[in-house]
């Protein structure tokens, strides 16, 4: 959930959203033969999204427009444009002290103090990121549909160029549908003055250019009308990427012994490949008026981790034209092999070490709730709000003064949407 790592573009997520909307292309097929004037309009959904992290960290806000266009016979171009600025302040990844402790910036020339018992943050995180997805989708003969698609995204410091295909096929009359999809993603990263040399000092500032990512993604999927009622899906997804997947911005704190307190703060290091096997189902049972909407993924990688994420939505229909719909979603996590809160000053290095708690153990919950209205000439609105929690568990037995300080602080945010959608 935390929005300091902006080094994974929304592209990646092109694929299983294709994937995650099969659902929609199963429900949507009674209306393939629609051929009216209206349903050959621009459908034009629009978002805004406010996200901040108490204690004055991360703040982002995201505009997102996607126009969607239907040329009959079930030929649809979408096209997806989002833009978003981060501001505030991201934790370094160095540990709390009880004395004051002072970083050197991204760039060498500033530095920065964290006051005493606080957790270190680079008070100076900006980002700007703009990106833009098309996708074509179209049937190919009578029961086989298939969708191309590429997008580009970009910010001061990395960038990322991605393809996906997918291709489904209806099966028992429509009732059934098995999919496959490929997605292929090229990122390059312009680190801040280049990338850090690993486990060099920070006062150092020892830079080594920039560098590069290549991912590729693989999933395969069924969705099955079980009755009137009901829908389910099943996806397995494969996700293997090489190349640089070091945060260049994260550090640990290389503490005395004894006494816990810092001698020196080291850049990162992590592998430099990683494969996750990823395990999806879903189900939406339609009641009288009402929809539940009830989904599982599991999730396990080579780096250690392993995850679990239970959501649950139930859309109350208010009348006609409105709806509430409450969401709660539960996510745990074990910590990377190589995840430690920080190094001890003597030992010998590990070939692998990072601090950053979104690779650590933690547990954390989404609870909320949606309005949204159905207005006149085919406009919606729907307002979002949803309160964040996350709370981690420290891996590294404390050291000294360290046993006074909160190594793994714990994480709430509040998220707020906008919507608005309308034809033309």
Not at 59 to 65: G, K, L, N, W
Not at 180 to 187: I, K, R, S
Not at 318 to 330: A, K, Q, T, W
Request: aromatic share 10%.
């Amino acid at each position: 959930m935390q929005l300091t790592n902006k080094k994974m573009p929304a592209f990646r997520a092109a694929l299983a959203a294709a994937s995650c909307g099969l659902l929609g292309i199963a429900t949507t097929t009674a209306h393939a033969e629609d051929t009216s004037a209206d349903s050959k309009k621009w459908q034009v959904d629009t978002a805004v999204l406010y996200y901040a992290e108490d204690s004055g960290r991360v703040t982002a806000a995201e505009p997102i427009v996607n126009f969607k266009k239907d040329y009959g016979d079930e030929r649809v171009l979408n096209l997806k444009v989002t833009l978003d600025s981060l501001t505030g302040a991201s934790p370094n990844g160095a540990t709390s002290s009880s004395q004051p402790q002072t970083f050197t910036g991204p760039s060498g020339n500033k530095t920065y103090t964290t006051a005493p018992n606080s957790q270190p943050l680079d008070g100076e995180f900006k980002d700007t990121r703009a990106a833009v997805h098309a996708n074509w989708e179209q049937p190919l003969g009578e029961d086989y549909k298939a969708s191309v698609g590429g997008g580009i995204s970009s910010e001061f410091d990395f960038k990322s160029l991605s393809l996906n295909g997918a291709i489904s096929k209806d099966l028992n009359n429509k009732n059934t549908t098995i999919s496959a999809g490929l997605n292929l993603e090229l990122d390059t990263l312009n680190s801040v003055g280049g990338k850090p040399k690993p486990f060099s000092s920070m006062a150092a500032n020892i830079k080594e250019g920039d560098d590069n990512k290549t991912v590729i993604d693989a999933l395969i999927g069924v969705t099955q009308v079980i009755n009137r009622k009901t829908i389910m899906q099943w996806n397995y997804s494969l996700s293997t990427s090489s190349g640089y997947h070091t945060d260049p911005y994260k550090v640990l704190s290389l503490v005395d012994g004894t006494t816990g307190f810092a001698s020196d703060y080291l850049f990162e290091n992590r592998p430099d490949s990683r494969t996750r096997h990823s395990l999806f189902w879903q189900t939406k049972y339609h009641l009288t008026e009402d929809v539940v909407d009830v989904s599982y993924r599991y999730m396990t990688d080579d780096w250690g981790i392993n995850s679990h994420t239970l959501d649950l939505r139930y859309r109350y229909q208010l009348n006609d034209s409105s709806y509430l719909e409450p969401h709660v979603r539960f996510y745990t996590q074990t910590a990377a092999d190589f995840y430690q809160n920080f190094l001890v000053q003597g030992q010998t290095l590990p070939q692998f070490a990072s601090a950053d708690s979104r690779l650590g153990e933690f547990d954390a919950t989404t609870f909320g709730i949606k309005y949204g209205k159905t207005l006149s000439n085919d406009r919606e609105f729907s307002v979002r709000v949803e309160q964040y929690n996350q709370a981690g568990n420290v891996k590294t037995p404390a050291i000294g003064q360290l046993k006074t300080q909160t190594l793994v602080p714990d994480l709430n945010a509040l998220v707020v949407q906008f919507g608005y959608s309308f034809k033309f």
